[in-house]
Each structure stands twice: as structure tokens, then as C-alpha cells.
């Protein structure tokens, strides 16, 4: 496949993360995120819009300062904010196209997604989803350069999904498979970038985000003996090649660094 001499790619980013509104992504993988970084991979981060109109916020240029300080924060590479509409964000051929143009310039091997439907919370985020798993479909396809600006096809080989939101339980979805990701060394980082948005997050209430994510994530990497996890579910049952060490890996973890008891219950 060539590209266009007109066309100059930047840097290919490993993964990229989508979000409805700037601190989407902070709240539910931030944590993630930072680690990624650290691990040495290149990520980004796309908010489909500027989370603009709301309440305690001057208006799009305060809320686009404030992503920009949350990703200095986590240290990613790339920071995109779409300008599709707030509040009346809908899946369409149009908004897919948008994002799967960010997809054909950046290259990601892989994309993190929103999960699901948010319960009293903005409906962006259900058409998030559906505009997420399309735009990954959309990069591939070829014979259709015309319409992404002749960006060339890329294949995007994972797709995984993280749960956004407090009243979201984590349960089973069919055809997945759940996956905590360890952030016992980012949770700080993340709770930073969080009060990044000043905007959103102030006095009490910013106690009540922070408390509630850090009891979230502090739940989750119990599970798996880590201080602190993110969930994710992927597009596909994992494999492992290795299923005792796999398995007993996890069982020490939570053993050593948590107490829970399943030592003294195998004996
Ligand atoms: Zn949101």
C-alpha cells in the first residue's frame, strides 16, 4: 500500500484510547494510561468533543486547557479533541468517518473503547461506543481512500473496551474476557490528572470523584492482588500458553500482597 507523497504521517502511536468528553478517558483508564507510558509505548487520546457546554466551566477554551494539563500528567504522547457536538453526539457515517481518519494518520495497533451504556449519565457515551467500534471497522477498509482524505487503510488488531462511570457493576459480557490492569504505581497519577479539571471537579464534589475512583480502582486490583486496577474487557477470549504459571502468577499475587486467605483455604 503507498501513501500520497502529499501526505505526511506523523509517528505511529501503539495505542490509542476514545473518549466522549475530556476526562472520560482520566476517570476510567487514566491509570492505564500512565502505566502504557511507562511501559514504553506510545499512546494517545481522542475526545470525539470538547465536553463544552457545562455548568462550572467558562466555556471550550478552560475545558481544552485542562485536558492538556491532564495529559501532561499522564505523560501520553498525543492528545486529539474532536470538534463533534457535545450533548448531541450520534453515531453516523459522518462521525465515524472523523475518528477513523485519526485512526488511518496514527496507526494504532490497538484502541481502547467505552463499554456499554452509562445509566444517568450522557448518552454521548453509548454512541461513543458505536462510533468507536465502527471507526476501527472504517480504517481498513480500501477502495474508499476518497473518503478519508486518502489516508491509507490500516488494521487495527485489538479492540478492548473499558466500563465508565460508578453505577456500571462490571458484569459478564458474552464473548469477552475481563482483564484487570495493574496501576498500584499510577493511581496517583491518574487522581491528578482528575483534579486537572477544575471545571468539572470542586470542593466536595471533587472529594466524592476522588474517593469514589480511588475505592474503585483500590476494589478491582484486590481482586488480582495489586494495590490498585483498571477493567478492561477485550474483543476475544485470551489465550494463555503457559496456564500454570498464568494461573498461579495471579494466585501468589493476591496471596503475598493482600492476606485474603487463599493460602490457609488450598491447604
Ligand atoms: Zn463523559
Same mark, same amino acid.
Given at each position: 500500500?503507498?501513501t500520497?507523497? *502529499?501526505? #505526511?504521517l506523523p509517528e505511529p502511536l501503539d495505542?490509542i484510547?476514545?473518549?466522549?468528553?475530556?476526562?472520560?478517558? @482520566?476517570?476510567?483508564?487514566?491509570?492505564?494510561?500512565?502505566?502504557?507510558?511507562?511501559?514504553?509505548?506510545r499512546?494517545g487520546?481522542?475526545?470525539?468533543?470538547? =465536553?463544552?457546554?457545562?455548568? =462550572? +466551566?467558562?466555556?471550550?477554551?478552560?475545558?481544552?486547557?485542562?485536558?492538556?494539563?491532564?495529559?501532561?500528567?499522564? =505523560?501520553?504522547?498525543? /492528545?486529539?479533541?474532536?470538534?463533534?457536538?457535545?450533548?448531541?453526539? &450520534? %453515531?453516523?457515517? #459522518?462521525?465515524?468517518? #472523523?475518528?477513523?481518519?485519526v485512526f488511518r494518520r496514527y496507526r494504532p495497533s490497538?484502541?481502547?473503547?467505552?463499554?456499554?451504556?452509562?445509566?444517568?449519565? *450522557?448518552?454521548?457515551?453509548?454512541?461513543?461506543?458505536?462510533?468507536? %467500534?465502527?471507526?476501527?471497522?472504517?480504517s481498513?477498509?480500501?477502495?474508499? %481512500?476518497?473518503?478519508?482524505?486518502?489516508l491509507p487503510v490500516h488494521r487495527i488488531r485489538?479492540?478492548?473496551?473499558?466500563?465508565?462511570?460508578? /453505577?456500571?457493576?462490571?458484569? @459478564?459480557?458474552?464473548?469477552?474476557?475481563?482483564?484487570?490492569?495493574?496501576? +498500584?504505581?499510577?493511581?496517583?497519577?491518574?487522581?491528578?490528572?482528575?483534579?486537572?479539571? @477544575?471545571?468539572?471537579?470542586?470542593? #466536595?464534589?471533587? @472529594?466524592?470523584?476522588?474517593?469514589?475512583?480511588?475505592?474503585?480502582?483500590?476494589?478491582?486490583?484486590?481482586?488480582?492482588? &495489586?494495590?490498585?486496577?483498571?477493567?478492561?474487557?477485550?474483543?476475544?477470549?485470551?489465550?494463555?500458553?503457559?496456564?500454570? /504459571?498464568?494461573?498461579?502468577?495471579?494466585?501468589?499475587?493476591?496471596? %503475598?500482597?493482600?492476606?485474603?486467605?487463599?493460602? +490457609?483455604?488450598? /491447604?
Amino acid at each position: 500500500m503507498t501513501t500520497p507523497a *502529499s501526505i #505526511e504521517l506523523p509517528e505511529p502511536l501503539d495505542i490509542i484510547a476514545v473518549g466522549a468528553h475530556p476526562d472520560d478517558l @482520566e476517570i476510567a483508564c487514566g491509570g492505564t494510561l500512565a502505566q502504557l507510558v511507562k511501559q514504553g509505548y506510545r499512546v494517545g487520546m481522542v475526545d470525539l468533543t470538547d =465536553g463544552e457546554p457545562t455548568p =462550572g +466551566s467558562s466555556g471550550p477554551e478552560q475545558r481544552l486547557e485542562e485536558a492538556r494539563k491532564a495529559a501532561e500528567i499522564l =505523560g501520553v504522547h498525543e /492528545r486529539i479533541t474532536l470538534t463533534l457536538p457535545n450533548r448531541k453526539l &450520534f %453515531d453516523s457515517f #459522518e462521525t465515524r468517518v #472523523e475518528l477513523a481518519k485519526v485512526f488511518r494518520r496514527y496507526r494504532p495497533s490497538m484502541v481502547l473503547g467505552i463499554l456499554e451504556k452509562t445509566p444517568l449519565a *450522557s448518552p454521548d457515551h453509548w454512541q461513543a461506543m458505536q462510533i468507536t %467500534d465502527a471507526a476501527v471497522f472504517y480504517s481498513r477498509l480500501c477502495k474508499w %481512500d476518497d473518503q478519508f482524505d486518502n489516508l491509507p487503510v490500516h488494521r487495527i488488531r485489538s479492540l478492548t473496551w473499558y466500563p465508565l462511570g460508578f /453505577r456500571q457493576s462490571g458484569a @459478564e459480557q458474552v464473548g469477552t474476557s475481563q482483564v484487570i490492569a495493574d496501576i +498500584s504505581d499510577c493511581l496517583d497519577q491518574k487522581l491528578e490528572a482528575i483534579k486537572a479539571y @477544575e471545571s468539572q471537579f470542586s470542593g #466536595e464534589r471533587l @472529594e466524592q470523584v476522588l474517593t469514589t475512583v480511588r475505592a474503585q480502582n483500590q476494589s478491582w486490583g484486590a481482586i488480582c492482588g &495489586f494495590s490498585a486496577g483498571e477493567l478492561f474487557y477485550t474483543s476475544h477470549l485470551l489465550g494463555v500458553n503457559d496456564l500454570y /504459571r498464568t494461573v498461579n502468577h495471579a494466585i501468589k499475587g493476591t496471596t %503475598d500482597n493482600l492476606e485474603l486467605g487463599i493460602r +490457609s483455604q488450598n /491447604r
